[in-house]
Each structure stands twice: as C-alpha cells, then as structure tokens.
C-alpha cells in the first residue's frame, strides 16, 4: 500500500496562499492522488484528485511532480473557514489510507 | 440533495453489550464504505460494499465486527460484545459507483464505558 507523509501542522495568513505538501515516493503508476479535508467534528470532505497532470478547481489546485512522488494542495486565498485537517491519499483498489494529516491554522 | 446520514449521532454503551450503527447513503450510490477514526488520527478504513456484497472487508479489526446492506442501500455496522477500545467515531461514504468521490456522512460517536 502506498504510503503518504506530511507535516504535521502548518500555519497560513488569512488571505494568502496555503501550500500544502505531501510525499507519496512508492505510488504505482495507476493511483490516484486524493486530498480530503476534515473539519472539526464533521466528515471528511472531498477536495480535489489527479493521476498525472496538474487539476484546478473552485476549491484549491493541485500539483503533482512530473515524477508522481510528491504533490501539493493549493488554497489560492486561505480563510478562516480553510481550517481543518487535510489528508493527502494514495487510492489504491477503493481503499482510502488515511494517514494522519496536515492540521492546517488560518490566522487572521 | 440529502447527504449521507448516520444514525445515532451518539452511542454510549457498556462493555459487553451489542451496538448497531446505522448508514443512509446518497440515493443512487452503489458503493458504500465504513471506517473508524479514534481521536488524533485519520479514518481508518474497515470495509466497504458494492451493492449488496461485500467487496473488501479486511479492515474489520477482527469478528466482532460485521457489517450488512441487504438491499443495496442502508448498511448496519454491527459489534458484539463492545470493548473499550472500540470507542471511537464510526463514519460511514457512499460514492456513485467504485472508485468515484465518496461523500462522507457526519459520523456516530461510541463510547464503551
């Protein structure tokens, strides 16, 4: 199963960009790189995926490295209501591996 | 639309006893996930079903555990014989088929006292 790894915790002025990193070295050539966002006391929410190429939406970006072993999530103007814990996923065969997360805090 | 919805939003129950979780999904989505989240850390998945079958139960901790969707839709999370350790927040997904978006219900807190 692959494997993800981010920090722990970051920190993001309201208003300005959130980057989000996250390091995926084992996925296979066929898996999805899925973020998620969690915040307090509610379920998980979908943000945005890709395989290969780089997605937009009206949530955030993403970026993955042209040799898929990393990628980065991209809230273009963070606010207060962006505070949450997002999750970076490998999906693998409909199994979404958690992980433990970035805590992302948007201060104002 | 509705989302996904789960019911109770609370459990509190003894050790020993028997709980069951329940899960609406989206209408129209065949597949529907559980996982278990404890606190600090991300959902851990347990098992999930397209239609009525199982199609991947090796999450299940271990027998104690099972989990149903007769008919295709609502699924029951089932635990015999609660642990302490079981407490945690249940949450359950649906997607419109395998491998789509799945859309998160708000989850069912345990507590095993």
């Known amino acids: 199963d692959a494997k993800t790894t981010q920090p722990t915790s970051m920190d993001c002025a309201e208003g300005r960009a959130a980057n989000l990193p996250c390091n995926h070295s084992?996925?296979?050539?066929?898996?999805?790189v899925y973020w998620y966002r969690q915040i307090h006391s509610q379920g998980p929410q979908y943000i945005i995926h890709g395989l290969k190429n780089n997605e937009t939406n009206e949530m955030a970006s993403l970026i993955i490295t042209e040799d898929r072993k990393s990628s980065t999530l991209i809230l273009p103007h963070a606010t207060l209501r962006d505070t949450a814990v997002y999750y970076c996923i490998v999906y693998n065969f409909n199994k979404f591996y958690f992980g433990s997360g970035t805590k992302l805090n948007v201060k104002p | 639309g509705a989302g996904v919805s789960q019911t109770p939003s609370n459990k509190v129950t003894e050790k020993g006893k028997y709980v069951e979780l329940r899960c609406d999904p989206i209408s129209g989505h065949t597949a529907l996930y559980w996982y278990r989240q404890s606190l600090g850390q991300g959902p851990e998945f347990l098992i999930y079903?397209?239609?009525?079958?199982?199609?991947?139960d090796s999450g299940l901790p271990n027998d104690r555990f099972f989990a149903v969707r007769p008919e295709g839709s609502v699924s029951t999370l089932k635990i015999q014989r609660t642990e302490r350790g079981d407490s945690a927040v249940y949450l359950c997904?649906?997607?419109?088929?395998?491998?789509?978006?799945?859309?998160f219900g708000p989850g069912t807190r345990l507590t095993v006292l």
């Open positions: 079903f397209q239609g009525t079958g199982a199609a991947d």
């Open positions: 997904a649906s997607s419109l088929s395998m491998g789509d978006e799945q859309f």
């Open positions: 084992t996925i296979s050539g066929n898996e999805y």
